[in-house]
């Protein structure tokens, strides 16, 4: 059973920064994407920053140049979050799409949701 568990959640002053941190346990044959995607109230879930199995990462035009995401040797994600702004207040989710073995079929997972709130 693959788990994944953020934290580093919680509320900052505009200008602030967090640090997001996400930890995946369970049964993981290849890591093909990491991701971090966020949602808003009453807005769609939108994609934030990936790292790709190449180690190519994108981020959204919103957090670009702001927040940084990397990965460790684990199967463990981060976000770095500077600059905050009052925008930038969601739900954010970790995600990953992953291979169970090695047939080649991709499943996608996704963590709880962590609140970030950013005051003006």
């Known amino acids: 059973q693959l788990q994944l568990v953020e934290s580093g959640g919680g509320l900052v002053q505009a200008g602030g920064s967090l640090r997001l941190s996400c930890a995946a346990s369970?049964?993981?044959?290849?890591?093909?994407?990491m991701s971090w995607y966020r949602q808003a109230p009453g807005k769609q879930r939108e994609l934030v920053a990936a790292?790709?199995?190449?180690?190519?990462t994108n981020y959204s035009d919103s957090v670009k140049g702001r927040f940084t995401m990397f990965r460790d040797n684990a199967k463990n994600m981060y976000l770095q979050m500077n600059s905050l702004k009052p925008e930038d207040t969601a739900v954010y989710y970790c995600?990953?799409?992953?291979?169970?073995?090695?047939?080649?079929?991709?499943?996608?997972?996704w963590g709880q949701g962590i609140q970030v709130t950013v005051s003006s």
């Open positions: 369970g049964s993981i044959f290849n890591i093909n994407t």
């Open positions: 790292i790709t199995s190449d180690g190519i």
């Open positions: 995600s990953l799409r992953y291979q169970r073995g090695p047939a080649l079929i991709l499943y996608d997972y």
